[in-house]
């Protein structure tokens, strides 16, 4: 074979993106020990579906992106090619690490940066399964590319009704498009704080024809142009896929890219685990099969089957001891090595491997992961059992309730509506303890948030059979507005889109300033009208002034050298920081800016004790704060080790003077 050949078919070669973190904490406390990306799924590895999927799909090479716990995802993938899973027959599965990135976009610049992709590719986000043909698509993207040179993404959508339970109601969906598929708004109305919808006039004027949809849900699959990885190194505010689609939408002119969808239609389906409601509607999916072939008989982790399809969608393995008189009823599935009792009785439940099921038991929608024991009496309903967990006769665990790894209840206790995990929480108290290895997890009252994450992420189950029960008594589309206002504001998004979009005000207004040398005051002014326009948080001002000022030297593009470019605008804008950093919170609002942006460009951490100093020596930052804020920040990054020189100085500086003193 000649050496054209062979760049030919290397450059053939279709590629699929995986990011395998989701950088939010809606799993806990089982996520505390398990990454997503292992999280079991039916008694599967949420990974094994993914990539399965995409084997199918026609995927030849797959970057499988992780930030955490890698030694256990490439056991978990050593041990699947081992046991000859589909997927390592025909895909090759590359692993890339970089512990230093704190959001999907921060992943996606830090592959451009290695230069991987340099064509169309997959992009997906963890927790994601489907069995859509992707080959088609791609060439469908390829062939809006000849058309479109701007063309940068194809997002993959699915139809679902409304109140349809694997249609997730944090991302209720408005788009507007072409009749070419062009997309022209796109808005999450789940994680919006308002019902209104503002289209703009514009659409309506500049197209002699829209599609308004409604009736779509989010697969959480994209192909992408090349361009799509330099589209975010240049736009660092791009920290989820959402933020984007919303940005290139926003700055078309700009930025000069489109969106495009594509509906898929028949037996093709997606969807992505992004929270407890969306893991039970998509397990129950399967069980019923939608998602053929990717369904428990099939054998997915491995060529081998071991389960038998029963009647009412029960699914038992083959080494599973069952008692005569214990009763499955519907949507059942019971792994390896599991044993049930008399009397006892499955509904609506996925039983792990080697669980152990007393007498009299009632398990009612819920999951039991693996090496679980369960004593005599005992009532689980709407709750998730994690690994290695011991309940004693007589427990109850019901209405949302989240049992963490190895946790421990003592004998006839009641837990409801509770995340519980083995080890003792920081700030715990006395009625915090359930056992010597079971302790409540606080509902925190943040800031200015009406709920807090713990508690929305314990109410998901519960709130997604309440959801069934008005499916099954209602005939028309009145289950959506039937919500109440509390579930259609819930954000699991890490970074609000509104936060996102302050901080490109912020910056514009900053460099529009600093080149027409206004007065700061006015930019102070400009700054506020911002923050009430997109009602952001005084924190995340104090956070987003810093960040945006720190990011200038970016878009003012100088080319000039990071620090050359950075202290004339320190010094411009020292009149902006003294005004938003007051007060010691606003201190750790600025260092945590520092840390964020410095973590995810190298020019920043190269010369991040110097900026350091400058803040120091300006009195906007204390001693005393940037000790406290160091303390906290993970010894084993590279930042860590860039900033200790500074640190050991301060502390050094404070005890020649407290000798002095002496």
């Not at 599965?93 to 921060?106: A, W």
């Not at 689609?245 to 037996?267: A, C, D, F, M, Q």
């Not at 715990?428 to 929305?456: Q, V």
């Not at 507005?481 to 979009?501: G, H, I, M, Q, R």
């Amino acid at each position: 074979m000649s050496h054209k050949s062979k760049e030919v078919i290397k450059k053939d070669v279709v590629q699929a993106v995986v990011v395998a973190e989701n950088f939010r904490n809606d799993f806990a406390p089982i996520t505390n020990d398990t990454p997503l990306a292992l999280l079991p799924l039916l008694n599967v590895a949420l990974i094994d579906y993914t990539l399965e999927f995409l084997s199918l799909g026609g995927i030849e090479e797959t970057f499988l992106f992780c930030c955490s716990n890698v030694d256990l995802i490439k056991e978990h993938l050593e041990k699947s090619i081992k046991n000859s899973a589909g997927w390592s027959l025909t895909m090759k599965v590359n692993i890339i690490i970089s512990e230093s990135c704190r959001s999907f976009g921060d992943c996606l610049r830090d592959l451009d940066a290695k230069g991987l992709i340099r064509s169309d590719f997959v992009l997906l986000e963890s927790g994601t399964i489907g069995n859509i043909k992707l080959l088609p698509i791609l060439k469908k993207h390829n062939e809006i590319c000849k058309v479109d040179k701007g063309a940068a993404m194809t997002i993959i959508l699915q139809e679902a009704g409304v109140g349809q339970a694997g249609r997730c109601l944090h991302e209720e969906l408005l788009l507007v498009s072409t009749l070419n598929n062009r997309v022209l708004f796109h808005q999450k109305l789940g994680r919006s704080n308002t019902r209104k919808i503002e289209l703009p006039l514009e659409i309506l004027v500049d197209n002699s024809a829209v599609n308004i949809l409604h009736n779509l849900k989010d697969t959480h699959i994209a192909i992408c142009s090349a361009s799509v990885l330099p589209l975010f190194s240049d736009n660092f505010d791009f920290q989820t896929r959402d933020d984007f689609v919303r940005g290139l939408l926003i700055n078309e002119e700009i930025l000069g890219s489109t969106i495009y969808w594509h509906l898929i239609k028949g037996s093709q389906y997606g969807a992505s685990i992004t929270n407890w409601r969306m893991y039970q509607a998509v397990s129950r999916e399967i069980l019923h099969r939608w998602t053929y072939p990717l369904v428990p008989d099939m054998g997915i982790s491995t060529r081998e089957n071991n389960y038998t399809h029963l009647k009412n969608n029960i699914y038992r393995n083959k080494n599973v001891h069952l008692a005569k008189n214990s009763n499955l009823v519907e949507d059942v599935i019971i792994g390896s090595g599991s044993s049930i009792s008399d009397g006892s009785q499955i509904s609506k439940s996925i039983i792990g491997e080697n669980i152990k099921i007393g007498k009299n038991v009632i398990i009612e929608d819920s999951f039991i992961f693996s090496n679980t024991s369960i004593g005599d009496n005992c009532t689980i309903k709407h709750s998730v059992i994690g690994s290695d967990c011991i309940l004693k006769p007589g427990n109850k665990v019901t209405c949302g309730s989240i049992l963490g790894k190895g946790v421990q209840l003592p004998k006839d206790k009641f837990v409801e509506d509770s995340l519980v995990q083995s080890k003792k929480p920081e700030g715990a108290c006395a009625a915090d303890k359930l056992g010597e290895k079971a302790y409540k997890l606080k509902h925190t009252d943040d800031d200015e948030e009406s709920d807090s994450e713990e508690e929305g992420l314990v109410k998901q189950l519960s709130r997604l059979h309440i959801a069934d029960q008005e499916i099954e008594e209602s005939d028309d589309e009145s289950v959506a507005s039937s919500k109440s206002d509390e579930e259609l504001s819930y954000t699991t998004s890490p970074v609000p889109d509104d936060t996102n979009l302050f901080l490109t005000e912020v910056i514009d207004s900053l460099a529009r300033g600093f080149e027409d040398k206004l007065q700061c005051d006015n930019l102070i002014l400009e700054i506020n009208s911002s923050r009430y326009a997109y009602n952001v948080t005084v924190k995340e001002v104090n956070f987003n002034v810093v960040k945006a000022i720190l990011m200038l030297p970016f878009q003012l593009s100088t080319g000039q050298p990071y620090l050359h470019s950075l202290r004339p605008l320190l010094v411009y804008f020292s009149p902006i920081l003294k005004n938003y950093i007051r007060n010691t919170n606003a201190m750790t609002d600025c260092l945590q800016a520092v840390q964020e942006v410095a973590s995810t460009n190298n020019e920043l951490n190269e010369c991040v004790v110097t900026v350091l100093n400058w803040f120091y020596n300006k009195d906007h930052l204390s001693e005393e704060m940037i000790l406290s804020w160091f303390s906290g920040i993970d010894k084993n990054t590279r930042f860590y080790a860039r900033v200790q020189p500074f640190i050991n100085w301060l502390q050094e500086a404070e005890e020649a003077s407290s000798s002095e003193d002496e």
